[in-house]
């Protein structure tokens, strides 16, 4: 029987923790229109530029199982807060970047706070709701990831008017925001709940256990699969390929970026009920369809309009995507274990890392719709594995 519980109350952590969200999407938004077109600043070719990409993703992954590590000695929220000064120091620097590898460095640097950020607050998250709200949850905390992000672009496409290194220096001042929020809002004292900073060991799910599951190793794979597209393809060779094929405008790229964040956040208010109530791998096949349906849309684009429509569609597949996956591990452990929840972020990570780089290898070496033609080829496996996977929602709370 499908749970009516459709007016549940999210605690207070769910509300904190996207509050933060947004002032990191926020920041971030206006960064991605500008990082591709600073790195090319440097001439360097788009290989190159992708690597800039791919070194947030590699130093994410490189340092997610120490992160975990890091969560379960010191808790959730004094590492949230760490990662967040990390990340605002990492990106300050790189507005003052003088060459194309202090760019790269520093970019890197700034992966390690991310990761620190991400796998924390994923924890506390799954840690403060059960799955008869976890849809729900993790749509309301994603959605304040993308209030944040709908304005960033547009912003920084007016910043990068001015200069690429602005985005940068406002980034920073955004992410100090979110540490304060975290240090001050997400406590105990101002909660008041239950939900300990340090979870009991015996509670903790091993890897070894987690590795088992195959809706987790499903739910890993989706998640390379997706970050691929939206964060290696849409992020880093998209941009240019709006630019120099379509004759797009900074501005216009930048504004492509909001639509997709305006399309996802409408698309939020829907996917967190459909994947409590229909189930995660319903919602999991709708964004995997959403998604290649915006890559076939890029193939054939000619005109500046097919950039836009693509980037709604990438909205929607994401909103399904992020939500229903992390609600998949949600359902199965429950947040028990910050090495687990870093190894299901570093699967997302992975496909941040090959993509850029093996992208844009395809772009210099042949031109922009090969590299689109490889990546709908690989992400139609998405589909395959969310009609394969078990529902690991319990329909019947």
């Keep these: 029987m499908l749970n009516k519980n459709k007016k549940a109350h999210l605690p207070r952590e769910v509300y904190v923790l996207s509050s933060v969200a947004f002032f990191v999407a926020l920041g971030y938004g206006m960064v991605i229109p ?47 807060t760490t990662g967040l000064v990390l990340v605002a ?50 749509s309301t905390y994603n959605g304040g990831f993308l209030i944040g992000a709908i304005a960033g672009p547009a912003f920084g496409g007016l910043l990068s008017v001015i200069s690429l290194r602005v985005p940068f220096f406002v980034y920073a001042f955004t992410l100090v925001a979110g540490a304060f929020v975290t240090s001050f809002f997400l ?33 890993m794979a989706v998640s390379f699969l997706a970050n691929w597209v939206l964060f290696g393809l849409r992020n880093s060779i998209l941009p240019l390929f709006a630019k120099e094929q379509l004759d797009a405008s900074n501005s216009s790229i930048g504004l492509g970026f909001t639509v997709a ?28 369809f959403a998604i290649l349906s915006g890559i076939a849309t890029i193939i054939v684009s000619s005109h500046w309009w097919y950039y836009f429509l693509a980037m709604a569609l990438f909205g929607i597949g994401g909103a399904f995507e992020s939500t229903s996956a992390s ?14 929840i870093a ?12 993509s850029p780089v093996l992208l844009g290898w395809l772009v210099d070496a042949h031109s922009y719709r090969p590299a689109f033609i490889a990546t709908a080829a690989v992400f139609s496996l998405t589909l395959l594995l969310s ?11």
């Design 327 to 340: 609600s998949v591990v949600g359902d199965l452990f429950g947040g028990k274990g910050g090495r687990v």
């Design 261 to 288: 964040a305006i399309i996802q956040g409408i698309a939020l208010i829907y996917v967190g009920k459909i994947s409590d109530f229909r189930g995660r791998r319903f919602a999991l096949m709708i964004g995997s």
């Design 187 to 219: 406590s105990e004292k101002r909660l008041g709940r239950s939900i300990h900073n340090i979870q009991d060991p015996e509670d903790r799910i091993l890897l070894k256990d987690a590795l088992k599951s195959y809706p987790f190793l499903a739910a």
């Design 89 to 138: 120091i990492s990106s300050f620097a790189s507005g003052l970047a003088a060459t194309y590898w202090q760019l790269l460095i520093f970019r890197a640097l700034g992966g390690i706070g991310s990761v620190m950020f991400s796998v924390s607050a994923s924890s506390l998250l799954m840690r403060s709701v059960d799955d008869s709200i976890r849809g729900r949850a993790q």
């Design 34 to 80: 500008a990082i591709p077109l600073f790195a090319k600043s440097f001439q360097v070719n788009n290989a190159q530029i992708g690597a800039i990409i791919s070194a947030f993703a590699l130093a994410r992954f490189a340092m997610g199982l120490p992160a975990g590590k890091l969560i379960d000695i010191f808790g959730e929220r004094r590492i949230q």
């Design 343 to 354: 190894l299901f972020q570093m699967a997302g990570d992975l496909g941040n890392i090959i």
């Design 387 to 397: 009609a394969k996977m078990p529902e690991t929602r319990k329909l019947n709370q």
